[in-house]
């Protein structure tokens, strides 16, 4: 299985922008997918989950600007991001815990990774 994200990009702060991340692959099921990022000098934090179910995780910092979805038929989750601040701007990376075909257990993947740069 892999994760290929898309969407990034450069925005004014206080603009939007929308990154969305496909799964491929044998898969059987995915339960929990969601988006990480990462700034320079700094450690990859959560962003935003979502379980196959519905349920959402958001952080702090992120909560009531950021939206995540799933559609569970394409295999992809999206991040919808509004009122964007430069402190925004870092690596997104998607993540999903994916239990591939033929496999017993679930597995964490990871993307590849998408710049967002919040700048005027």
């Known amino acids: 299985a892999q994760l290929v994200e898309s969407g990034g990009g450069l925005v004014q702060p206080g603009g939007s922008l929308r990154l969305s991340c496909a799964a491929s692959g044998s898969i059987s099921s995915i339960y929990t997918m969601g988006w990480y990022r990462q700034a320079p000098g700094k450690q990859r934090e959560l962003v935003a989950t979502m379980s196959s179910s519905g349920r959402t995780n958001y952080a702090n910092s992120v909560n009531g600007r950021f939206t995540i979805s799933r559609d569970n038929a394409k295999n992809t989750v999206y991040l919808q991001m509004s009122s964007l601040k430069p402190e925004d701007t870092a690596a997104y990376y998607c993540?999903?815990?994916?239990?591939?075909?033929?496999?017993?257990?679930?597995?964490?993947?990871w993307g590849q990774g998408t710049q967002v740069t919040v700048s005027s």
């Open positions: 993540t999903g815990n994916i239990l591939a075909a033929g496999s017993t257990g679930f597995t964490t993947y």
